[in-house]
């Protein structure tokens, strides 16, 4: 495949990916990546505790969710340029 346009959309031999979380560049080695793994890459520790409450968007992503929030337990389908952003708040 010589078309760069075309390898955006088909996955072929890609085995990493390059999102951004935060706004910091970051590199994924799959092309689903989960909730807690977002929280991984966002924050180093992931905050701890029972009022902890996260919450994670995303856009440009792959397949049939281009954009939207980012469940516990949920993962959505990446490509270069998925754009994560986390946070968290503290309600205890």
Not at 24 to 49: H, I
Request: aromatic fraction near 8%; charged fraction near 25%.
């Amino acid at each position: 495949m010589n078309d760069p346009a075309a390898a955006s959309t088909d996955w072929g031999d890609k085995h990493d990916f390059e999102i951004i979380v935060n706004g910091r560049a970051k590199r994924v080695t799959s092309r689903e990546v989960s909730f807690q793994e977002v929280l991984s890459l966002a924050f180093n520790p992931v905050p701890t505790g029972p009022g902890i409450i996260f919450t994670v968007t995303y856009r440009h992503a792959a397949g049939d969710r281009k954009e939207g929030t980012l469940l516990p337990g949920e993962t959505v389908e990446v490509r270069d340029g998925t754009i994560f952003n986390a946070s968290y708040t503290d309600k205890g």
